[in-house]
């Protein structure tokens, strides 16, 4: 599954297969693994390119099917993505588009590998009264999860998450609106309009949709993994493919905007994992200075041990608890999450 979930192979890619597979490969739990961690496209590229003897018979009609409905899913997306947008600019409310086909097509340089659930854009705290006010006339309504709750337990789910999340039934989409990069748990708080102000374009579906800089999408893509503490390798792949597709990025920006949110471990964390898994193109000078770090052979450690849980243990709440508490670059960060934890707990709205 490593040697398969990534786009750029190096020398020696089809020798590689054939020494893997082998007669006796066991095809049914590598698509058990592929599925569960959501790279069946990147799969199929792969082994296409580089194993067709592997790929034929079910095996090949599986991962087929996947791409043909990760394909329909992201076009229905895109669509629906210029649909919500021209209504908002319509109504000069500002947003930030974030993850999904967008990322797919910035990353991957092809929306059919990167599989997407949902739409996910921020906008500011302020314009989250007048964007809901706005959803319903474009046929959104709030999610089942969110009708629920109560009108307490919703304004604890927003206030802990930094987001809300719309349906539209008829058009079979997902809006999550965030009014934060990240929950309070994480130290993610440059301002929107800094954000916006340093952002870019991507071309998706014909049009131009502004999202996160190159930089602060890498941030924001350690940062993501960290908070699902990896337990699916799509979220590493996303920081390779965005480090294969941006040769040219900025480190020392990087670096001051990492500083600035002190939010360093999580970088490195990320970088680290994806250049060990994925032969990410970490520059040398940068893989020096993780590689000094004391924490990232323990954090590394953890991250693979909760990759494999699709056939072992989940890790235990202590070890999440250690994990998350170990990517905390100070003793502030330190225990602004614990409080965050208790409160999720405490308020039963959010699952710790």
């Known amino acids: 599954m490593l040697q398969v979930a990534r786009t750029s192979f190096g020398e020696g890619a089809e020798e590689r297969m054939r020494e893997l597979v082998t007669d006796d490969f066991d095809w049914a739990h590598f698509l058990f693994l592929v599925r569960f961690h959501r790279v069946g496209e990147l799969a199929y590229l792969t082994l296409k390119k580089n194993a067709p003897f592997g ?25 629906e993505l210029r649909r919500v947008l021209n209504t908002f600019e319509q109504h ?85 609106v965030h009014t934060d990069v990240m929950p309070p748990g994480y130290h993610f708080d440059t301002p929107f309009e800094v954000l916006r ?58 670096a001051t905007y990492t500083k600035a949110i002190r939010g360093e471990r999580v970088l490195h964390h990320g970088l680290h994992l994806s250049r060990v898994l994925l032969d990410a193109p970490v520059p040398d000078h940068v893989l020096e200075q993780i590689e000094k770090k004391p924490y990232i052979l323990s954090l590394t450690e953890l991250a693979l041990s909760n990759l494999q ?14 994990f998350h508490l170990q990517t905390q670059d100070t003793l502030i960060n330190r225990s602004r999450y614990v409080l965050y934890s208790l409160l999720r707990h405490l308020g039963g709205v959010i699952d710790i």
């Open 55 to 79: 790929v034929k018979g079910e095996v090949e009609n599986y991962l087929l099917a996947v791409v043909h409905r990760t394909t329909a899913r992201n076009l229905a997306l895109i669509g």
């Open 92 to 176: 000069d409310l500002p947003f930030i588009v974030f993850k999904g086909p967008v990322l797919g097509q910035d990353a991957y340089k092809n929306t059919s590998l990167r599989g997407s659930v949902d739409i996910d854009l921020l906008i500011r705290p302020d314009d989250l009264d007048r964007l809901s006010a706005l959803l319903p006339d474009i046929g959104y309504q709030l999610a089942q999860r969110m009708v629920e709750l109560t009108p307490a337990k919703r304004r604890a789910y927003i206030a802990l998450s930094k987001q809300i999340s719309f349906v539209n039934p008829e058009r079979r989409a997902g809006l999550d």
């Open 197 to 254: 102000e340093r952002g870019r374009t991507v071309e998706v579906g014909g049009g131009h949709i502004p999202t996160f800089s190159v930089e602060d999408t890498l941030i924001l893509l350690c940062f993501h993994g960290v908070k699902n503490r990896w337990d699916q390798l799509k979220y590493v792949c996303d920081i390779a493919e965005h480090l294969r597709a941006h040769t040219d990025l900025d480190w020392d920006r990087v």
């Open 309 to 322: 849980h699709s056939y072992e243990d989940l890790l235990d709440w202590r070890q999440r608890a250690r």
